[in-house]
């Protein structure tokens, strides 16, 4: 008896013959062809990018060169460190250097004047030996911004820390002092620079 075959039984077929060809894909060329081409991609387009970078870092080098030149020229005409070789000169020029700034800042010192100044001791070693000159003025508020602003943005760089301001309690004092009417206490100081003997030694334990 001759075999019929349905219509039913050709679509069946193709079914799982569609089925066996999916399954074939996924054992046998997704897993050893198709993920190992999918990382070959990744990879190369991942080499892309950092060469595309690198590419841009070279031609952004001569611009770099020309941007750190620049600064540090500019670094060289404001050096940070004070010029004096001890503790007792840098003092001595932080003293100099404040004068010069109030006399700028109220000729005279008609506005602002000098009441205290003193060295503070630093106690302990440090690489970069900090040179520290209590202050007190008597200043009237332009006179003392002027001041501030030239001690902080001259040459060497000298820093204001500890800063109080109080106004004077009655006006004829300022009067009689000549200067304006804050009383103005903060520690001025800068850095000297280090020695190869502090820059070499270890630091101690505590």
Known sequence: MPLVVTERDRWLALALLLVALLLGYLVLVHPWWTVPMQDVNARVAELRDRELRIRTQLQQAPQVQRELAAALAQQAQRPGFLPEATVELATAGLVQRLETI????SPGNRSCAIANQ???AIAGREVYPRVVVQVRLRCGAPELASVLHQIESGSPRLFVEN??????????????????????????YG?????????QEPP???
């Open 102 to 105: 109030v006399r700028q800042a």
């Open 118 to 120: 003193s060295p503070l």
């Open 163 to 188: 800063l109080n301001i109080l106004a004077q309690r009655y006006a004829f004092q300022a009067s009689e002092s000549g200067a304006g009417g804050l009383d103005v206490n903060f520690d001025l």
């Open 191 to 199: 850095y000297l620079k280090p020695t190869p003997a502090a820059v």
């Open 204 to 206: 101690r334990a505590p």
